[in-house]
């Protein structure tokens, strides 16, 4: 039953991250505290990025060299990362317009494609990593050693990316 009911709440979890992060796109932006200054945000997301691909990272080495316990512990912190990017992330695009690359030649392709590529991966891997970590969670194993094939490559393409897009954007920000 816990099982079943973790997998309802992944499903809801993923509607809601995604429909909130697309809202930012069309809602009218509102200063949520006022007299914040919220330009370092972007640097912040970047290195709340950069903090999750290291973590995983070492759950990865950690997994290979069968250390579980440093695995589930790098996979908590990358969570929590992640978690804490999320609520910065929401916070600036509800608050701040959008900031267009203003690059051009083959360096505006390379960004593009970059970012298109993030941002879709980005959204699968809201439910990629809940299942894997509600498999674990539950004793899942091989359920979840299978999702986890395809959830750490995508999870850490999309949080080394985020910097990458930070640092492509960077001088564009007002």
């Known amino acids: 039953m816990l099982y079943k009911n973790s997998i309802l709440l992944i499903w809801i979890l993923t509607i809601v991250i995604?429909?909130?992060?697309?809202?930012?796109?069309?809602?009218?932006?509102?200063?949520?505290?006022?007299?914040?200054?919220?330009?370092?945000?972007?640097?912040?997301?970047?290195?709340?990025?950069?903090?999750?691909?290291?973590?995983?990272?070492?759950?990865?080495?950690?997994?290979?060299?069968?250390?579980?316990?440093?695995?589930?512990s790098s996979i908590f912190l990358a969570f929590s990362f992640t978690s804490l990017f999320l609520f910065s992330y929401l916070l600036y695009h509800f608050s701040m317009p959008s900031t267009s690359y203003k690059g051009d030649?083959?360096?505006?392709?390379?960004?593009?494609?970059?970012l298109l590529t993030h941002v879709v991966l980005a959204a699968i891997i809201v439910p990629l990593g809940l299942l894997a970590m509600a498999f674990a969670l539950n004793n899942?194993?091989?359920?979840?050693?299978?999702?986890?094939?395809?959830?750490?490559?995508?999870?850490?393409?999309?949080?080394?990316?985020?910097?990458?897009v930070y640092l492509l954007i960077h001088p564009y920000y007002p």
């Open 105 to 114: 030649g083959l360096l505006r392709g390379v960004y593009y494609f970059i």
């Open 18 to 72: 995604n429909g909130l992060i697309l809202l930012t796109f069309f809602l009218p932006k509102v200063t949520l505290l006022e007299g914040c200054d919220y330009s370092s945000l972007p640097m912040l997301n970047a290195m709340l990025n950069g903090l999750t691909f290291f973590s995983l990272l070492f759950a990865l080495l950690a997994v290979r060299r069968k250390n579980i316990l440093l695995h589930r």
């Open 140 to 164: 899942r194993i091989s359920q979840h050693r299978k999702i986890a094939r395809w959830t750490m490559p995508i999870w850490l393409y999309v949080s080394f990316t985020g910097v990458v």
